[in-house]
Structures are given as C-alpha cells and as structure tokens.
C-alpha cells in the first residue's frame, strides 16, 4: 500500500493517492471497531449481573414475587403443677345412758358431731401444644421457561419465606400461650385425681369419726344422768 501511494505521488496523482489514503484508514477503522464489538459480547456472556425481571441466558425468564400474610405458628411447653384438694368430714352420733339413784333412774341421751377434713396433694406433669397467628413477608425470585412458570416459583419460595419469618415473630408468644395451656391442663388433671383421692380418705376416715362421736357421747350421757342424779332427778 505504502509503495503504490509513492509511485502514485511520483507519477504526479495526488489526488487519487488521497483517495486510497482515506479508504485505507476508513477500512482500518471498521476493523477495529468490529473487534472491539465482539470482545465487549465476550464479556458479558461471562460475567455481570442477571436481569430481575426480563428474559436471561438462553430465553430463561426471571421473576421476582412478593408475598405477606397470617400463618399458625405452633409450640409446645411443659408444665409441672401440685394441685391439693379438701374433703370435709362430718359425722352425728347420739348415745343414751341410764344411771340409778335411791329415788330411781335417771336416762339421757347425749348428741356429738365429730367433724374432720381429708386432704390430698397430687402433682400432674403435662406438655401441651398452642398455637397462635403471626404475620410474616417475604421476596424471592425464581427463574422459569415462561413468565408463568417463573412467576409461580417464586410465589412459592416468597410464601415459604414469608412463613418462616411468621414463625421466628410469633415463636415467643406461641410458647406463652403453651405453658398457660399446659398449667390450666396440669391443674385439671392434678386437681381431678386430688378430689378422688380426696374422697377416698374422707371415707375411710369416717368409721373412726364415727367411733370416736360414739364414745364421746356415751360418756357425755353418763356424765349428764349422774348430774341430774345429784341434783335430785
């Protein structure tokens, strides 16, 4: 190229080597921009960012989805309780008794009530699950064959997500509420098997009640006839 502009110059064309000049440089330029093009292709295949929401690599889509509500967030507590219950006893016996004196006998009957109160403790272990209702939110993005399919995907992992972050918030409150549970469950069952319990030793305590009512009131009614002996009937 070099030497045909020289000979062109020489043999007194001047303007016909500037012709060529230009063209040479114009078709250098092309070429150098057309490799830069490919190159900068190059790179962003490589690296860089994915789109949020428009088609990727490969005609793939990508969505991005938000999602809130209210989930069940359930725990469990364990509660230990002691639950003492009262039973109380009565019994009435009456006694008569006769003594005899110089101007006859004298007979009186005397009245006692014995009174008395069975107790027994009882503890009752229980583990009990609550549940409450927490608020969680969440974002995800999913990619997809289509803007459906991509679109679907993340409305699940958004819902997955959003439930997750309901049972961090309400995990606490979830646990109040089970050890309220367990103790009110504890102290129904402690308190049912206290009662019986309960029952049973008032009943076994009541023929000794009734021995000891027995008893006092015999010797209340001898007591009170000779009195009434001495007194002169």
Do not use: N, Y
């Not at 507590?77 to 219950?85: E, G, M, Q, S």
């Not at 008569?96 to 027994?120: H, N, P």
């Amino acid at each position: 190229m070099r030497g045909l502009l020289d000979r062109l110059r020489s043999g007194a064309r001047p303007s016909l080597a500037i012709g060529l000049t230009a063209i040479g440089f114009t078709v250098l330029i092309a070429v150098a921009v057309a490799g830069g093009l490919a190159g900068g292709d190059s790179d962003d295949r490589g690296g860089g960012p994915e789109p949020e929401i428009g088609p990727g690599a490969d005609g793939v889509v990508v969505r991005c989805v938000r999602r809130s509500g209210m989930f069940g967030v359930t725990r469990s507590a364990r509660a230990r309780v002691a639950v003492t219950a009262r039973r109380p006893v009565s019994v009435t016996v009456s006694q008569s008794a006769t003594e005899e004196g110089e101007r006859g006998s004298v007979t009186v009957t005397a009245r006692v009530t014995r009174r008395a109160v069975a107790r027994a403790t009882v503890s009752a272990e229980v583990t009990a699950p609550a549940t409450v209702q927490a608020r969680g939110r969440a974002r995800a993005c999913a990619r997809g064959r289509d803007a459906r399919s991509a679109t679907r995907r993340a409305a699940r992992r958004a819902r997955q997500g959003a439930r997750l972050v309901a049972q961090r918030r309400g995990a606490r409150r979830a646990l109040a509420a089970a050890a309220v549970r367990a103790r009110r469950l504890g102290r129904a069952r402690a308190g049912r098997r206290a009662r019986a319990r309960a029952s049973d030793s008032a009943r076994a305590e009541e023929p000794k009640l009734r021995s000891d009512a027995e008893d006092e009131a015999q010797r209340a009614a001898r007591r009170q006839a000779r009195e009434r002996l001495a007194q002169g009937g």
